[in-house]
Every structure is written in structure tokens, then in C-alpha cells.
């Protein structure tokens, strides 16, 4: 199908500019006018290029592009990443809050459907606006059979932090660097901030609070959305998809 026309409802159905982001979201390098086949990744690098080009995409739809509020040199690895790209045609398209955010297909949603749950309300204020979703157990879990839950489907190591409630009744969910709601969390009685990465300042937050926290993998986290927007582009327009699994463990 033409480019412009995927674009156009890749823009409307992700709502692309509704969304403060210091991602460059949409299309952010203009390839080849017509698409056949896709690629999805989470992220934009060498390797996934590599791979989208060998796999014969003509576009690669990630969550993490390669253009964050500007470019202001084109050397050494930019360079080297658009280099990639202009010379085989691939167009790159990215949607990062967008479709963190999503209530169809986003990486929030998904990993409250991991647990069987439904969006019971907004979650995760980020500049005015809320990127996530909380749900709510209809019986209480232990903490340790939501982890293996989690665990098991992501098929990740999860790592839990049980500074507050152990027996859960309602989960927060933010993928990838989803700490900045800890005190949100706190505020408003989440029992459990699930996300993808937790570091020093972030673990002196939610002990003070004190928040239990689980952490499954800024990657794992994030794979979601994408493989889930993948199908809505296949089912769609009939397109060749394909997923590129790049995991980085973290």
C-alpha cells in the first residue's frame, strides 16, 4: 500500500500528536513509497535495521526511534543508523508514549491484561496527561502469584520489592521506565507499581513512602504494544509483518 496512506492511519489511530514526548513520533525517516512488508521492533539500532533490510521490509514500526527533540550533528552511530536506512529505503515510524499509552493496543494496557485485568481508570500522569492504567483484583493475590504470573507470560525475570502492601489488590502499570508514578501510586492506594526498570533513587522512593514495586524488564515491558499494534496492521490492510526480538536483559 502507499506510504502516506499507512502513515496517515498510523498517526490517527496511535493519536501521535496528542502526546508531549521527547520522541519524535510518526514518521521519522521517509523511505520507499510503497510498503509490503514491515518490520516491528522495540528499539532502533544497527542490528534491528540489519535485520528489517535482510527480512526485505520496506518500513520498521518501533517504540524507541532514533530522533528525541532534534538531531543536532549527523555523526558516529546517528550517522551510521541513518546511513542504514536511506540507503536501503526502510522507512522508520515510531510510536513511544503514544503507544505506551494506547487503550487498544498500548504496552500499559497489555500488561494489566496479563493479569487478567481491565483499565479500571487512568494512571501514570505524565505532563498533564495520564500514559497509564490501573485495574483491580476481585479477590486480593499474594505478591509472589502476580510476579509468576508476569514471569511466565513475558517469559523475563521478575524482581519484587515488597516495601509496602504483599497481599494485592490493585495494580498500576507503566512499562519500561515507569518509576516517576511511585508517589502517584502511593497517593492514590495502588497496592502494586508494575514497570520495567527501577534504579538507586527510584528504590530509596518507594521505601520511604513505603510502595511495593514489581519489575519486569524495560525491553520485556515494551514488546507488548508493538507485537500487539503488529496485528492490527496485519488483520487490517493484509500486510507482511514480522517481529525482530532484540532483547537487551535490562
Same mark, same amino acid.
Given at each position: 500500500?502507499n506510504?502516506?496512506?499507512?502513515?496517515s492511519f498510523?498517526?490517527?489511530?496511535?493519536?501521535?500528536s496528542?502526546?508531549?514526548?521527547?520522541?519524535?513520533?510518526?514518521?521519522?525517516?521517509?523511505?520507499?513509497?510503497?510498503?509490503?512488508?514491515?518490520a516491528?521492533a522495540?528499539?532502533?539500532?544497527?542490528? &534491528?535495521?540489519?535485520?528489517?533490510?535482510?527480512?526485505?521490509?520496506?518500513?520498521?514500526?518501533?517504540?524507541?526511534?532514533?530522533?528525541?527533540?532534534?538531531?543536532?550533528?549527523?555523526?558516529?552511530?546517528?550517522?551510521?543508523?541513518?546511513?542504514?536506512?536511506?540507503?536501503?529505503?526502510?522507512?522508520?515510524?515510531?510510536?513511544?508514549?503514544?503507544?505506551d499509552?494506547?487503550?487498544?493496543v498500548?504496552?500499559?494496557?497489555?500488561?494489566?491484561?496479563?493479569?487478567?485485568l481491565?483499565?479500571?481508570?487512568?494512571?501514570?500522569e505524565?505532563?498533564?496527561?495520564?500514559?497509564?492504567?490501573?485495574?483491580e483484583?476481585?479477590?486480593?493475590?499474594?505478591?509472589?502469584?502476580?510476579?509468576?504470573?508476569i514471569?511466565e507470560?513475558?517469559?523475563?525475570?521478575?524482581? &519484587?520489592?515488597?516495601?509496602?502492601?504483599?497481599?494485592?489488590?490493585?495494580?498500576?502499570?507503566?512499562?519500561?521506565?515507569?518509576?516517576?508514578?511511585?508517589?502517584?501510586?502511593?497517593?492514590?492506594g495502588?497496592?502494586?507499581?508494575?514497570t520495567?526498570?527501577?534504579?538507586?533513587?527510584?528504590?530509596?522512593?518507594a521505601?520511604d513512602?513505603?510502595?511495593?514495586?514489581?519489575?519486569?524488564?524495560?525491553?520485556?515491558?515494551?514488546?507488548?504494544?508493538?507485537?500487539?499494534?503488529?496485528?492490527?496492521?496485519?488483520?487490517?490492510f493484509?500486510?507482511?509483518?514480522?517481529f525482530?526480538?532484540?532483547?537487551?536483559?535490562?
Open positions: 500500500m506510504r502516506n496512506e499507512l502513515v498510523l498517526d490517527d489511530y496511535l493519536q501521535v496528542a502526546y508531549p514526548d521527547k520522541s519524535s513520533n510518526g514518521l521519522q525517516v521517509e523511505g520507499k513509497a510503497e510498503v509490503e512488508r514491515i516491528f522495540v528499539d532502533t539500532t544497527l542490528r &534491528t535495521i540489519e535485520r528489517a533490510v535482510k527480512g526485505k521490509a520496506d518500513m520498521m514500526i518501533v517504540h524507541h526511534g532514533m530522533i528525541w527533540g532534534g538531531l543536532n550533528y549527523i555523526t558516529g552511530i546517528h550517522y551510521k543508523r541513518l546511513k542504514a536506512l536511506i540507503e536501503s529505503g526502510l522507512n522508520l515510524y515510531v510510536a513511544h508514549l503514544p503507544l499509552a494506547h487503550p487498544e498500548g504496552n500499559n494496557v497489555d500488561l494489566l491484561r496479563l493479569l487478567d481491565e483499565p479500571k481508570g487512568p494512571f501514570g505524565y505532563k498533564s496527561l495520564s500514559i497509564g492504567f490501573y485495574g483484583f476481585e479477590e486480593p493475590q499474594p505478591i509472589e502469584k502476580v510476579a509468576q504470573i514471569a507470560k513475558l517469559d523475563t525475570t521478575v524482581r &519484587t520489592y515488597e516495601f509496602g502492601k504483599r497481599v494485592i489488590k490493585t495494580v498500576g502499570a507503566i512499562s519500561g521506565a515507569g518509576a516517576f508514578a511511585l508517589e502517584e501510586a502511593s497517593r492514590k495502588i497496592d502494586l507499581l508494575v520495567g526498570e527501577f534504579g538507586h533513587a527510584d528504590y530509596l522512593t521505601i513512602l513505603p510502595q511495593s514495586v514489581l519489575v519486569a524488564g524495560h525491553y520485556e515491558t515494551e514488546t507488548l504494544g508493538v507485537k500487539a499494534l503488529m496485528e492490527v496492521v496485519r488483520e487490517r493484509g500486510l507482511d509483518v514480522f525482530i526480538d532484540e532483547p537487551t536483559g535490562l
